[in-house]
């Protein structure tokens, strides 16, 4: 079956520092995919997502992701983390294009220090 | 532009009882969807929907029902209501397949 993994819980980073969060999906065919980021008792707010074409995306907030098909991979970066940035953040894909069914991995908690 | 609405954010409901939780979005999107986020379980799909008068089951669609009669609304009805079944729950919607969703606040359910 379709399944998104996030290795990481939780991961603690120092201000200023880069940021890497990785996401590994199972899915045959090319993957819509998503990276939504939570605050705090707050909704989910789309950071970015990739269907088609150059495999390194940018989103808001200085976050980019790059796809690679070779390691079923869909990792977010940042290169230099706010403390803003704390949040948890969930990697999804869409299992099939026409049916709109969006899942989700289990989340990473991102914590950063001062 | 209100956007994902969701009603109510908060509830505390007995084991048994039976609820609906609202779902409005004014964007005039077909996709909707229903998700309860639980800790360590990321968000997982209850049900969806492609437009007005279609739906489908989810991951977890067990103890509740759906039904799309307009493409505004997405009701979710608990039939009766289970200790396990408090969660967190969000509802979301898009226009088509190449987009992402926008998700509701959420709504934080407890059944006693």
């Known amino acids: 079956a379709q399944s998104v993994t996030q290795p990481d819980i939780h991961i603690t980073v120092s201000e200023g520092a880069s940021l890497e969060l990785r996401c590994n999906y199972s899915?045959?065919?090319?993957?819509?995919l998503f990276w939504y980021v939570q605050s705090p008792g707050q909704g989910l707010q789309l950071l970015l997502k990739?269907?088609?074409?150059?495999?390194l995306v940018q989103g808001i907030k200085g976050f980019e992701a790059e796809f690679k098909r070779s390691q079923s991979s869909f990792n977010l970066r940042k290169p230099s983390v706010h403390w803003s940035d704390a949040a948890e953040y969930f990697c999804?894909?869409?299992?099939?294009?026409?049916?709109?069914?969006?899942?989700f991995g289990q989340g990473t908690t991102l914590q950063v220090k001062p | 532009n209100a956007g994902v609405t969701q009603t109510p954010k908060f509830q505390v409901l007995k084991t048994g009882q039976s609820m609906t939780l609202q779902c409005a979005q004014d964007?005039?999107?077909?996709?909707m969807s229903w998700y309860r986020q639980d800790p360590g379980m990321g968000l997982r799909l209850i049900h969806y929907?492609?437009?007005?008068?279609?739906?489908d089951q989810g991951e977890v669609p067990n103890g509740y029902n759906v039904s799309r009669s307009t493409t505004e609304d997405f009701p979710l009805r608990l039939l009766s209501a289970a200790p396990s079944q408090t969660s967190v729950y969000f509802c979301?919607?898009?226009?088509?397949?190449?987009?992402?969703?926008?998700f509701g606040s959420g709504t934080r359910l407890t059944v006693v």
């Open positions: 979301a919607s898009r226009p088509g397949q190449n987009y992402g969703y926008t």
């Open positions: 999804a894909v869409v299992v099939s294009g026409n049916t709109g069914k969006l899942i």
């Open positions: 929907s492609v437009g007005a008068g279609i739906t």
């Open positions: 899915y045959g065919a090319t993957p819509y």
């Open positions: 964007m005039n999107h077909e996709y």
């Open positions: 990739y269907f088609s074409g150059d495999t």
